[in-house]
């Protein structure tokens, strides 16, 4: 019987091959992916397990941590004044993970970013506990108070960016959310964040409007369009008639108009009056004058269609499209399916308030470690030059006439030169769903151009004309740069 | 041929009792785990545990005895059997009491803490383990009770089924006042026991009255007839009890032991056809079994929205990677419920020990099996070989079903992993079985006596005619 029974050693021998060279695969081969994966909550319990590092707008941190005792989590995330900055700051949760910066910075605020090694080396040696370090936000405090304060139950956001650098000063967005109710794994935090989702919340608190949501943007866009102009020498002189017939026909139809809002002197009228009054008929005709081509490549010089505007929070993206000629000169006049973010319309303002050269917008100023040693400094970064600086010297005495005697005079900031541009920009099929309410603008003082904001409001019924911006959205722009200019002084 | 000189033959020196080197291997048996429970209560509170003196001298006390008794009663048996036994047993003591520590799973409503109780059967399991060494004189004594194995067996298997269900199988019989048992796991022995005595008989009948059809030669139904009806009889009611792993056990361990009697390989075709139509037939009325397949086949999948036992598992593999969290420092108590105690225990083990530590715990069965199999070579009687390769064999297969279901090679059927997990009828049985083992062994390496002085051995006179 022998034979037979070293066959059965040899075949149980086997057997528990099998099993060490299924626990090298596992153990070994797997092992990181299944360390790693989403759905392990060791990733969860390791990251709650010490506090996290701060998020920090002048200063002052604007998150918190504080110990809970609910199961495995050590540590849950607090937000101060929450609604106000989860724009900026985005959401991390114990029980649905993060976004935006605190995804995104996810490494420095748990301390395990590679650059942090050192710092972490001699925590282990001292025996502390491993610390996260903070993420220093170039965002103004008083400006996204003023920016937010505005907005009030209003549906909108507003972008102000320092021109100069591309820093975002003020990122609001309403209606908001506080992060801190679902910071943690109750059953009060899993009841506040459905409570907060799309499906039962139709006014979507937690879409970032800033950043996330693009509007079509309405007459706000003629600056865009006056740029392409002269940019291309199609006009030269701001004050030279335009030679544009009201109503425009446009191009390609039987017979169909461009009309403009109320009774406004158009009928061959200059750039600069074109853009004081906000003229159709005028920016329609520049933009099919100048075709696609040439109007999308200005565009695209401002930003547009660039998937990847990331802040770094990533924008969605904004959509000039190639197009044919009537809704080309539709989305001349920021119509048809031209589509623009608030952070967009900021750049195009930023740009030419800048003398023509666009900066790279961003939110984050540094990385630093816990012992405050900096990891990552941002250094501002040019993003394009859409216009030459001569041709933005123009477009900014066109956007001043437009404060000082236009649409937007409620912009206006004793002893500060102010440029803007209202818009009101017609949404849904007919023309049928409320306008967007829009506000561009820049201030400019001794020192400098320290401020450009857009404003866009999604509008209530009582917004039927081309004033609705200046009305509505203005006065929330003012009110951001003069924070921004009282700051600086 | 002197190739067998030390494993088979009846030789008339002794065979080196090796005691001594028995008694070097427990005092590392006995030291591993005790290290391993000062680690967890350094690592859990920063102090060494306050049961740790009791609970050296109780594991060293265990070992004493048992040593002294082995030395006594048994001198020639296998020296690496019994310290591989006490180290698992103590190591899988360390291991519960560090899931002790893990409030959530040591609820009241799931049983609360369980390494007194384990330490209690456990000990039980070693008294068990010294009643056979010292009153199984000669293991062919246990041949006499061919018949009445069959009928014990055959009760333990039933009894389950007039006993409600817990945790989805019904493979309990609730004593009161005493706890639940496990009958399965006696009745792995037992079986063993009537296959052995059986076959034992049968073997010549059934390797060789056998008609030939279709190139594989079919038993005479008189002789394969009863061993069939049992093996069937055993197979359906556990199918019906839902344990699957224990019918996966009876079967292998069935066809082993028939091909290791009748040393016809085609017995092992025929096991396979009959095991794969069982399994296809099993898996197409059984829809717990689709499931665990189905569970195998996508491990990290999210049921309802959550994560499954199956997956936590394989996180507690791989978070452990090669070196491990350390003791006390893994959360397989993630895996939820008293699983992680019981059927998953390996997921500790991973986690905490590591790879290293998990293929340390790999080889140490794979060395006491190996032993077992070679205590049936060395045996001299036909039963004691079948038997030592029955029990061998039954408990290869069972860790293999449950550390090759817990790491994911097969589909999971729950049993527990022998001397680790935690189960009163587990390890007591356990026990028993390496203390037949070791009886089995004693006798194979006991040196034969002299033979008696034969006037035939004297100088052959040469008559010439």
């Not at chain 1, 818009?423 to 099929?429: C, K, L, R, V």
């Not at chain 2, 059986?198 to 008189?222: N, Q, T, W």
């Not at chain 2, 408990?395 to 090679?409: K, N, P, R, S």
């Amino acid at each position: 019987m022998n034979k037979p029974l070293r066959r059965v050693a040899v075949f149980c021998g086997l057997l528990v091959l099998a099993l060490l060279v299924r626990v090298n695969w596992v153990q070994f081969v797997q092992s990181d992916q299944l360390k790693n994966d989403p759905h392990n909550r060791r990733v969860a319990i390791e990251r709650y397990s010490t506090p996290r590092g701060n998020i920090i707008v002048d200063g002052k941190a604007i998150t918190g941590s504080t110990t809970t005792d609910s199961g495995d989590f050590k540590y849950k995330r607090t937000y101060k004044n929450g609604k106000m900055w989860a724009p900026v700051t985005g959401y991390a949760s114990q029980a649905f993970d993060s976004n935006q910066l605190e995804k995104l910075n996810d490494a420095i605020l748990t301390g395990t970013d590679d650059r942090l090694f050192f710092s972490r080396t001699v925590d282990m040696f001292t025996g502390g506990k491993q610390k996260g370090g903070n993420v220093v936000t170039t965002l103004d405090a008083k400006a996204q108070k003023a920016a937010f304060d505005g907005l009030g139950d209003k549906k909108g956001a507003v972008v102000a960016l320092n021109p100069e650098t591309g820093a975002i000063l003020a990122l609001a967005s309403t209606p908001s959310y506080d992060p801190s109710t679902f910071a943690g794994m109750t059953d009060k935090d899993a009841e506040a964040y459905n409570a907060l989702q799309k499906k039962n919340n139709p006014d979507e608190p937690m879409l970032n409007r800033a950043l996330r949501q693009t509007y079509p943007p309405g007459s706000t866009f003629k600056v865009v369009t006056a740029a392409a102009a002269l940019e291309n020498g199609l006009y030269t002189d701001p004050d030279a008639k335009t030679d544009s017939p009201v109503p425009y026909i446009l191009p390609d139809t039987v017979h169909q108009p461009l009309n403009n809002e109320g009774n406004i002197p158009c009928e061959n009228a200059t750039l600069r009056v074109a853009l004081q009054y906000s003229c159709n008929t005028v920016f329609g005709k520049i933009s099919a004058d100048l075709g696609n081509a040439k109007m999308k490549a200005e565009a695209e010089k401002f930003g547009f269609n660039d998937a990847k505007i990331d802040t770094p929070v990533r924008a969605a993206e904004s959509v000039f499209p190639k197009d044919n000629r009537p809704q080309n000169a539709m989305a001349g006049i920021g119509q048809a399916s031209n589509r623009a973010t608030p952070l967009q319309m900021a750049m195009v303002a930023s740009a030419v308030a800048n003398g023509g050269k666009l900066m790279k917008p961003y939110m984050v100023e540094s990385l630093v470690a816990p012992n405050l040693n900096v990891v990552q400094q941002h250094t501002p970064q040019e993003l394009g030059r859409p216009l030459k600086p001569e041709n933005a010297q123009k477009l900014q005495s066109m956007m001043e006439t437009v404060v000082k005697d236009g649409t937007g005079q409620s912009a206006q900031i004793d002893g500060v030169t102010v440029g803007g541009k209202t818009g009101t920009a017609q949404h849904g099929e007919n023309n049928k769903d409320n306008p967007y309410a829009w506000f561009i603008s820049y201030a400019k003082t001794a020192k400098g151009t320290p401020v450009a904001v857009a404003v866009v409001i999604e509008g209530s019924d009582t917004l039927r004309d081309d004033i609705a911006g200046g009305k509505l959205a203005a006065p929330i722009a003012k009110g951001v740069m003069e924070a921004v200019i009282e700051g600086q002084r | 041929m002197s190739s067998t000189t030390t494993t088979t033959t009846v030789g008339t020196f002794a065979a080196p009792s090796r005691r001594n080197t028995e008694l070097a291997l427990l005092v590392f048996a006995v030291l591993i785990p005790v290290f391993a429970y000062v680690n967890v209560g350094l690592a859990k509170d920063g102090s060494v545990p306050a049961g740790a003196l009791g609970y050296t001298l109780g594991l060293g006390l265990l070992a004493g005895v048992t040593h002294l008794v082995v030395r006594k009663w048994a001198p020639y048996a296998d020296p690496l059997m019994l310290p591989i036994a006490t180290l698992l047993n103590g190591l899988g003591l360390v291991f519960i009491w560090r899931l002790d520590q893990e409030p959530k799973i040591s609820t009241p409503q799931l049983g609360g803490a369980m390494a007194p109780g384990q330490l209690m059967w456990s000990t039980l399991g070693v008294a068990l383990f010294l009643g056979v060494l010292v009153f199984l004189k000669d293991h062919r004594v246990l041949q006499r009770y061919t018949y009445i194995s069959m009928v014990v067996a055959l009760v333990l298997l039933i009894a389950p089924i007039f006993f409600p269900a817990r945790f989805g199988a019904r493979i309990w019989i609730t004593i009161p006042g005493v706890g639940s048992l496990q009958p399965g796991e006696f009745a792995k022995i037992i079986i063993a026991i009537f296959f052995a005595g059986y076959l034992m008989v049968k073997r010549d009948a059934l390797a060789l009255a056998s008609r030939r059809f279709m190139g594989m030669y079919l038993p005479r139904g008189r002789d394969l007839g009863p061993i069939l009806v049992i093996w069937a009889l055993s197979l359906m009611i556990l199918v019906f009890e839902t344990d699957l792993g224990t019918s996966l056990l009876f079967f292998g361990l069935f066809v082993i032991m028939l091909y290791v009697a009748t040393e016809r390989t085609s017995w092992i075709v025929f096991g396979l056809l009959l095991s794969a139509g069982g399994a296809v037939a099993v898996a197409t009325f059984e829809s717990h079994v689709q499931v665990r397949v189905h569970n195998w086949l996508n491990p990290l999948e999210l049921q309802n929205g959550g994560v499954t036992e199956t997956a936590q598992a394989m996180y507690s593999f791989g978070s452990g990677g090669i070196l491990g969290s350390g003791l006390g420092q893994g959360y397989s108590r993630l895996i939820g419920g008293i699983a992680p105690k019981s059927d998953y225990i390996l997921a500790t083990v991973g986690e905490e020990i590591g790879l290293a530590g998990l293929m340390g715990i790999l080889l140490l069965y794979g060395l006491l099996i190996e032993r077992g199999i070679r205590t049936a070579l060395a045996a001299r009687d036909p039963f004691g070989k079948l038997l030592a390769v029955g029990l061998s064999g039954a408990f290869a297969l069972q860790v293999f079903v449950v550390a090759g279901g817990v790491t994911g090679l097969i589909p999971l059927t729950g049993m527990t992993m022998p001397f680790l997990a935690q189960g009163g009828s587990s390890v007591i049985a356990n026990w028993a079985l390496v203390g037949i083992l070791l009886r089995i062994s004693d006798t194979a390496r006991r040196p034969a006596p002299a033979p008696a002085p034969s006037t035939d051995a004297e100088m052959t006179q040469v008559v010439r005619p």
